[in-house]
């Protein structure tokens, strides 16, 4: 969106926003102009957010009549772990080889903070809150091994198919005591990247990557 008017990127979050906090419902048709004037910005601007936020994967557009919220499917859920597998198990084996690196440090250093905020989300006594918390530093974790390589292309399909993963996450922790289990995952995986055991982390991150397959959660 950085190269759209600020119309446009007003529109854009302000959908997205809309979409990734679940006040958008499924199988609901909305209208652009609809869309447009809720936040007050005429249709040309609200048309392009709209075009941006089906490439993102978001949105499925409906000719002439508008756009529904994209629904996650058993296929989209397998495709999209496949291709986080390729990606964060290329970056799990560079970060196991430079784990002594200051750039290597750095990181093990933020993805432990993660953990400690990922534990304090899962004592707070409201559920819904603990979820979304949870849910967002688990993000943050994953993405955190995508951003060390440093490679714009990763980023970029780590963005568009956001709201996949988005759907797959909300899904596989609906499940009573998933969320307890990632932890101990994310914590195990995260011992295996200090001692520098790639191979270890790599299966890890696989296995941890693809549990949503094996639940039957769509």
């Keep these: ?6 119309l446009q990127i007003q529109a854009y979050e302000y959908l997205k926003e809309q979409i990734l906090t679940g006040k958008l419902e499924a199988d609901t048709l909305y209208s652009e102009t609809q869309m447009s004037a809720e936040i007050g910005i005429s249709r040309t601007p609200m048309r392009e957010a709209i075009q941006c936020l089906s490439q993102d994967g978001y949105i499925s557009v409906v000719p002439s009549k508008g756009f529904k919220l994209r629904q996650l ?4 859920m397998e ?3 496949q291709v986080r597998c390729a ?3 290329f970056c799990v084996h560079m970060i196991a080889a430079e784990c002594t690196t200051k750039k290597g440090m750095k990181l093990l250093n933020e993805l432990e903070r993660l953990l400690e905020k990922q534990e304090k989300a ?3 006594k409201k559920e819904e809150v603990a979820r979304k918390q949870f849910m967002e530093y688990d993000h943050q974790f994953h993405l955190a091994l995508i951003n060390y390589a440093d ?3 990763f980023r970029q399909t780590f963005q568009r198919l956001m709201y ?3 759907l797959t996450t909300v899904s596989a922790l609906s499940v009573p005591g998933r969320s307890e289990d990632t932890l101990r995952e994310h914590k195990l995986f995260f011992s295996h990247l200090q001692e520098g055991d790639g191979d270890s982390a790599y299966k890890l991150i696989l296995m941890h990557l693809m549990t949503p397959l094996t639940m039957h959660i769509v």
């Design 122 to 124: 899962l004592s707070n």
């Design 1 to 6: 969106m950085s190269s759209k008017s600020p």
């Design 73 to 76: 499917n058993e296929a989209d």
């Design 151 to 153: 490679n714009a292309e």
């Design 87 to 89: 990606i964060e198990g």
């Design 164 to 166: 996949l993963i988005h």
């Design 79 to 81: 495709e999209t772990i």
